[in-house]
Nanobody, 122 residues
Framework: DGAAAGVGGGLVQAGGSLKLSCTASGRIYSSAVMAWFRQAPGKEREFVALTRWSRDSTLYAGSVKGRFTISRDSAKNMVYLQMDTLKPEDTAVYYC???????????????WGQGTQVTVSS
């Protein structure tokens, strides 16, 4: 069980869009929470968005609300992060994570993907 590496990162100009994907491996309980975090060089890992596996409940960091959308496809065991109107300050390595708590703290998540680089040029 876990969260496989997220994919879909890359280089994009400010104002552009990217969509990240993450495969959740193993058996996924309905109570599971899937989240995206990001970490910029020299900074702490920070919460981006989360969703409950079994319900359309979502939560976003204030810095991305209205620009990013987290979604999941339970049939495919996939979680996505659609990122629109990207800004240079969104540049970071993005990680998908899996846990059981509705939490924005990285320490609450048990499984992590390897991360994918997102670079937004100005």
């Amino acid at each position: 069980d876990g969260a496989a590496a997220g994919v879909g990162g890359g280089l994009v100009q400010a104002g552009g869009s990217l969509k990240l994907s993450c495969t959740a491996s193993g058996r996924i309980y309905s109570s599971a929470v899937m989240a995206w975090f990001r970490q910029a060089p020299g900074k702490e890992r920070e919460f981006v968005a989360l969703t409950r596996w079994s319900r359309d409940s979502t939560l976003y960091a204030g810095s991305v609300k209205g620009r990013f959308t987290i979604s999941r496809d339970s049939a495919k065991n996939m979680v996505y992060l659609q990122m629109d109107t990207l800004k240079p300050e969104d540049t970071a390595v993005y990680y998908c994570a899996r846990g059981i708590q509705w939490a924005t703290q990285a320490a609450e998540y048990n499984y992590w993907g390897q991360g994918t680089q997102v670079t937004v040029s100005s």
